[in-house]
């Protein structure tokens, strides 16, 4: 059973909007569609065919209905189905209304290939928090489970992957564990943090995965294969299409302090101005870590 994990592809409402890569300012970045389709367009390419395309949040930058109708009409011609959660810059009644159709879904549960996929929503904050009712729904659908092996999608990590500034901050952590002591997880998959990481959250192996459009290194996406036994995971990405270089960086803070502060009142937008900082500091990051990253993780 074979899954590609595609996140933070933050469409636009109109494709030709551009405004999110004027306000970096001269940074040269990639179109979120443009990247979107080469991406899917590698997934439908691969030797080894993709089964299901699990997409973890974040799929529309401000969470307009067009964009997540282009998503819908981008997946369907895939010929693959689709399982997709809303992140925290998604509006998931709009998502809800817009997205699913033909071979796109809503994730909630499902079982395939010997695991029990569970689907969490984690919010509109920035840090994300599944909540007393949606860990009593998950614990349902996982009390009737067929399999054992229990997988968790959703958009936020549970365990801080950035930086200084989430040092304070618990993140969904005590929500996941609550649900792992009653239902033992083997694994969870997020994006948010827009580069690949493998780390784990006690005893759960995390698996989080580069933005489809950018992200320190370059825009990317994860594939995991399932057997009865375990996973694997690879991340596939585009490092030459990072253009997190270092003459650039200034500007990059610039712009994202001034976005920040233009869209204070947005409940999308609930940023510190000092997050502009430490999210730029946090790519850079991750481009230094997707270099030295191992090719494959393997839970068996
Ligand atoms: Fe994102
Ligand atoms: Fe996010």
Same mark, same amino acid.
């Given at each position: 059973m074979r899954v590609a994990q595609i996140t933070d592809?933050?469409?636009?409402?109109?494709?030709?909007?551009l405004a999110v890569i004027e306000w970096l300012g001269g940074i040269t970045l990639h179109d979120p569609t443009e990247s979107l389709e080469l991406i899917l367009t590698d997934i439908v390419a691969?030797?080894? $065919? =993709?089964?299901l395309i699990i997409g973890t949040g974040d799929l529309a930058d401000r969470g307009h209905p067009l964009a997540y109708r282009r998503l819908n009409a981008m997946l369907n011609a895939t010929g693959i189905p689709a399982m997709v959660v809303p992140g925290n810059h998604d509006l998931p009644d709009v998502l809800d209304a817009n997205l699913p159709g033909g071979s796109v879904e809503l994730g909630t549960f499902c079982e395939v290939a010997g695991w029990s996929f569970v689907f969490a929503r984690s919010g509109n904050t920035e840090w994300g928090e599944l909540g007393p009712a949606q860990l009593s729904t998950l614990a349902t659908r996982l009390a009737t489970r067929r399999h054992d092996n229990i997988f968790l999608w959703l958009h936020?990590? $549970? =365990?801080?992957?950035?930086g200084p500034l989430g040092a304070n901050v618990s993140f969904l952590g005590d929500d996941v564990t609550a649900l792992h002591r009653r239902h033992p997880i083997a694994g969870i998959a997020a994006g948010h943090v827009h580069g690949p990481h493998d780390v784990h959250h006690g005893d759960i192996p995390v698996h989080a995965t580069p933005s489809t459009f950018m992200g320190g290194g370059g825009p990317g996406y994860r594939i995991f294969d399932f057997d009865e036994h375990g996973f694997t995971t690879t991340v596939r990405s585009w490092p030459e299409r990072s253009t997190m270089t270092d003459d650039k960086r200034d500007t990059l803070v610039t712009n994202m302090r001034k976005r920040h502060a233009e869209h204070a009142g947005d409940p999308i937008e609930r940023n510190l101005e000092e997050r502009a900082v430490a999210e730029v500091r946090g790519w850079y990051e991750q481009a230094e870590a997707a270099r030295g990253r191992p090719a494959e993780y393997r839970s068996r």
């Open positions: 592809t933050h469409l636009k409402g109109d494709p030709d909007d691969l030797d080894t $065919p =993709v089964d936020h990590p $549970p =365990v801080n992957l950035m």
